[in-house]
């Protein structure tokens, strides 16, 4: 079972290595200048070379991410149940849960910075500012989602609205709320990023700033890489937390395919 | 697994996750909590004004007042006075505690600075005449450069060896309002129409014209100009005020006019130790780009070389042998700032064009300890 799993990602892993191999021999025998694309041969000599540096920085972000991350699934998995609990609270938050959604944060940032200032506290709540819409929302219709028939089962059986939701709800809601949760790890990253971009002393967005301001393309090609990985360490993370809460879910997903 | 161990689980590895992190984060804390740069013994003479800076030796923390700087932009070579006086203790020796506000894509110096956030900033000529159209107004209290180092360039295998030759060509803008009015400018008085293609980039300039994706930028010679030299890239280079731009200072020191009425002496004293470091910067090349290498964390400057280059440059720059740093003359506050005004690229609160402002107010000599 193990082998076949990893077999799986043969076809992913053979796409990406031709995609390098192709832009190694672009990028080297072209004669593009390093600075405008460099291999990625050379990127993984500057990520290893300035591995202290980037580690110092990597550490912050990653910091910045988790926490926010953790804000962003309470507050999720809080407005979810709120909205929930009736038809009317659901239409009272679920618009101006959308619209908060459509204020680009871009423009908030500089007011976000003269609030809160340099510390890590205003890229935490980017963070969980980015993150806990997919949570919230796919948890929500999670819980909208419950099998009537189980429903009207409780129902008869008099249990009380906070039984049905511990009971049938929320471990039905758990898929979808799984679902939200790795979109939110997949752009949590990014986001701690944008956040120290606004203004930082330190971080992985600083850092990609000196670097880029310095002409220093192949270290911001290494901060790159970093994040990618990250992103997808974070992802594969609840990923694996999925399996461990929810084996029925699995068992039931592999006996289809 | 039963219920309990898989709930348990769910719960126990975020869990772990953010304690090993934030232990890694605390641990790197204290790590380099413990690593307190000492500054090295100065070398050479200094000015008269700047002695008594040096007899202070053990820099305590206490009775120091708070002060905060808002930086332009990532450390540089235009920063290095600032970090010899962080590097020798001058600002604790004036009793200042001062912080460096970190570079930021979005918010300004400016805003910092005439919001209370920040005390002190650097800034241009261009975003304090901006401030005083919008009324958000900002005092340049030093020019940290006496001659502007900018000019327009293109590489040498272009072809494109003189101003009036970029004609119908294609520039790489930045989008500030006025710079059309300045290259348009630079062109006519070489004898071209001024007429030429316009795109406003959001990335490194030099790439796009390493590239060929644009045929000209305007850039700074004291870094662009030497790190492409460094990288052995031929450039043609035509210095903005040799071809009918007016002379002006950048980048600048400002404060606020409220710094200014409420805390004069603390300006006058925060003065002093950049003023020293500026012109020990100007005697020093050397020492003092290593200082600003040392102040700053490790791959702030992926090549040190570029940074020792760039200082060998700029230190004699800062300003012409005679003159102490900082100065700031009415001449430079009139030619530039009017000339902006005249090619309509200043624009007040509402989005109307200004064309005249009372530039006297928008400087003054008095903080630095030479007087005016």
């Known amino acids: 079972m193990k082998l076949r799993w990893i077999a799986s990602y043969g076809p992913a892993f053979v796409l990406a290595v031709a995609l390098l191999a192709i832009w190694e021999l672009y990028a080297g025998i072209g004669h593009i200048s390093p600075r405008v694309l460099p291999t990625p041969i050379a990127i993984v000599q500057g990520l290893i070379n300035n591995w202290g540096v980037i580690y110092d920085n990597t550490i912050q972000t990653l910091l910045e991410t988790v926490l926010g991350m953790v804000a962003a699934t309470v507050v999720g998995l809080a407005l979810a149940i709120m909205l929930d609990t009736s038809n009317w609270m659901r239409r009272a938050i679920y618009p101006l849960l959308i619209t908060s959604q459509t204020i680009p944060i871009i423009a908030l940032a500089p007011l976000l910075l003269i609030w809160f200032g340099y510390d890590i506290g205003p890229k935490v709540l980017v963070v969980a500012l980015y993150s806990f819409f997919p949570i919230a929302v796919a948890c929500a219709d999670g819980l909208a989602s419950a099998e009537p028939e189980l429903m009207k089962l409780l129902r008869s059986m008099r249990a009380t609205r906070w039984q049905m939701l511990w009971l049938v709800r929320l471990p039905g809601a758990m898929p979808s709320f799984f679902s939200g949760l790795r979109i939110a790890a997949t752009y949590s990253v990014t986001a701690a990023i944008f956040g120290e971009y606004v203004g930082a002393a330190k971080g992985l967005g600083i850092y990609l700033q000196l670097e880029a301001n310095s002409f220093a393309t192949v270290q911001v090609f290494a901060a790159i890489l970093v994040t990618a990985i990250l992103s997808l360490l974070l992802f594969g993370l609840v990923s694996l937390i999925e399996r461990i809460a929810l084996p029925w879910y699995h068992g039931a997903i592999a006996r289809t395919m | ?372």
């Open chain 2, 1 to 372: 697994m039963n219920r309990r161990t898989r709930l348990f689980l769910s719960i126990g590895i975020p869990a772990l996750l953010v304690i090993v992190v934030a232990g890694a984060f605390l641990w790197q804390q204290y790590a380099a909590g413990s690593g307190v740069k000492q500054s090295q013994p100065i070398s050479g003479t200094l000015e008269p004004q700047c002695a008594a800076l040096t007899k202070f030796d053990t820099p305590s923390t206490q009775n120091l007042t708070g002060m905060s700087l808002a930086l332009d932009w990532t450390p540089n070579t235009n920063h290095t006075g600032i970090y010899v006086a962080l590097a020798q203790h001058w600002y604790q020796a004036e009793g200042i505690d001062l912080h460096l506000l970190p570079y930021s894509a979005s918010v300004s110096p400016d805003v910092l600075v005439s919001t209370g956030k920040a005390d002190v900033g650097v800034s241009s000529t261009e975003g304090i005449v901006a401030d005083a159209a919008v009324g958000q107004p900002v005092v340049s209290i030093a020019a940290i450069i006496q001659h502007n180092t900018s000019a327009l360039v293109t590489l040498a295998s272009s072809g494109l060896s003189r101003p009036r030759d970029l004609d119908g060509k294609t520039y790489g803008a930045f989008g500030a309002p006025y710079e059309t009015a300045v290259v348009s400018e630079i062109i006519k008085h070489d004898g071209g129409t001024g007429q030429f293609k316009s795109v406003t980039l959001d990335v490194d300039a030099m790439q796009a014209l390493e590239s060929h994706r644009i045929d000209f930028v305007w850039v700074f010679e004291s870094w662009e100009v030497i790190q492409a030299q460094r990288e052995g890239y031929k450039l043609n280079v035509f210095p903005i005020i040799n071809y009918g731009i007016p002379d002006y200072y950048t980048p600048n020191l400002i404060t606020s006019p409220t710094e200014i009425q409420q805390k004069p002496e603390l300006l006058r004293k925060f003065m002093l130790a950049t003023a020293c470091g500026y012109e020990y910067a100007r005697a020093h090349p050397k020492e003092s780009a290593q200082m600003l290498l040392d102040q700053n964390a490790n791959g702030t400057f992926p090549d040190p070389g570029l940074v020792f280059a760039s200082q060998n440059f700029l230190s004699p720059r800062y300003a012409e042998p005679g003159r102490k740093w900082g100065l700031q003359d009415a001449s430079a506050w009139h030619g530039y700032p009017q000339f902006m005004l005249n090619s309509n690229g200043v624009d007040d609160a509402s989005g109307k064009p200004i064309h005249s402002l009372n530039f006297d107010a928008l400087y003054t000599n008095q903080f630095l300890p030479w007087g005016s």
